[in-house]
């Protein structure tokens, strides 16, 4: 079956860096696009960031063009946000999303920036 895992998430300070990764299982990950979303507390959920299936074309919000960045490594079947200058706004709970015939989730990671 479909599954998506993430890892990564936790504590870090306001400037800090987190990696997240979602690795991917029960279809043909190299086929599809990848998201990454976010939902802070009493939020919406916030599109983050888009992949397309040969990691060729992303796309960012503005909230956080500049500082994360997504890729994949179709070989591993995993893909990955990597967070830089994070502020404490960036607190929420992220996960990965692939389409596959029906929307697929990851399990969510939490991630805090505090002092």
């Known amino acids: 079956q479909v599954q998506l895992v993430e890892s990564g998430g936790g504590l870090v300070q306001p400037g800090g860096s987190l990696r997240l990764s979602c690795a991917a299982s029960g279809f043909t990950f190299s ?3 990848m998201n990454w979303y976010r939902q802070a507390p009493g939020k919406e959920r916030e599109l983050v960031a888009v992949i397309g299936n040969t990691g060729g074309s ?3 919000a503005s909230s956080v063009k500049g500082r994360f960045t997504i890729s994949r490594d179709n070989a591993k079947n995993t893909g990955y946000l990597q967070m830089n200058s994070l502020k404490p706004e960036d ?3 992220y996960y990965c999303n692939v389409y596959y015939g029906r929307n697929y989730w990851g399990q969510v990671t939490q991630v805090t920036v505090s002092s």
Do not use: E, G
Request: hydrophobic share 35%; charged share 20%.
């Open 31 to 33: 086929r599809y696009a």
């Open 58 to 60: 992303t796309r960012y």
């Open 91 to 93: 607190t929420a709970v």
